[in-house]
């Protein structure tokens, strides 16, 4: 079956602008979380939706925000971007059922300028 | 809140020398724990997981991770390491029974295995 599918796989940005990033999980996943990572901080949990709802989110400030569809594609919004968002951004997916893994993408690397 | 810690940065080893990885996590209920590896210029991999039931799990690779409740801990081990093993290994843990969906990472171990 077809992997986690993360569009665009680059991004050049300026700063103020802003950008939308997307995942498409695997056939059957309904569950997608988004990741950013960075050298100094790692892997930080973004958010979680399930079923179109978010059901989770870190402790990010509000410039990111995220949504999902009903065939449970999931986008990323960050607005107003910051030099300091720049990193690669990852999304997971996986069943919702208990001991099921997450399944990663290849991530959408962001490069503020 | 939870957290993992992840003892060392950077493990430089010989081909065919045994490997043990640390890892130490902080939250006291029930939890799911995994170890990811990401080689270079790849993604995150799922090298195994841990739900409950046998504490010794193995996963791809020849890699196997011994869950010990009361030392919060989740080590990885491989008994003999290969170059094609360099990379970069995540510990991760969230919260068990299907109430959390955040994955906490801990900082991660680059491996470095030399011919």
């Known amino acids: 079956k077809a992997g986690v599918t993360q569009t665009p796989r680059y991004l050049i940005k300026t700063r103020g602008q802003q950008v939308t990033l997307s995942c498409s999980p695997i056939?059957?996943?309904?569950?997608v979380s988004w990741y950013q990572q960075t050298p100094g901080q790692g892997l930080q949990f973004l958010f979680e939706?399930?079923?179109?709802?978010?059901?989770n989110k870190g402790n990010f400030p509000g410039r990111f925000s995220g949504r999902q569809f009903s065939n449970s594609r999931s986008e990323m919004n960050v607005s107003t971007l910051e030099l300091g968002d720049s990193a690669l951004y990852l999304c997971a997916t996986t069943s919702d059922r208990e001991g099921g893994g997450y399944t990663f993408g290849s991530g959408t690397r962001l490069t503020v300028v | 809140a939870q957290s993992v810690s992840q003892h060392n940065h950077h493990v430089i080893l010989s081909e065919a020398a045994s490997l043990e990885l640390g890892c130490n996590y902080s939250?006291?209920?029930?939890?799911?724990l995994f170890w990811y590896v990401q080689y270079p210029g790849q993604h995150l991999q799922l090298l195994l997981k841990?739900?409950?039931?046998?504490?010794l799990v193995k996963g791809i690779k020849g890699f196997e991770a011994e869950f010990i409740k009361s030392k919060f801990s989740f080590n990885l081990r491989k008994p003999s390491v290969q170059w094609s093993d360099t990379a970069e290994y995540f510990c991760?843990?969230?919260?068990?029974?299907?109430?959390?969906?955040?994955?906490?990472f801990g900082k991660g171990t680059l491996l470095t295995v030399n011919p």
């Open positions: 056939s059957g996943h309904r569950s």
């Open positions: 939706y399930f079923s179109e709802t978010q059901r």
């Open positions: 841990y739900f409950s039931g046998d504490p």
């Open positions: 991760a843990v969230n919260r068990g029974g299907g109430s959390n969906y955040k994955l906490t």
């Open positions: 939250y006291g209920g029930t939890v799911n």
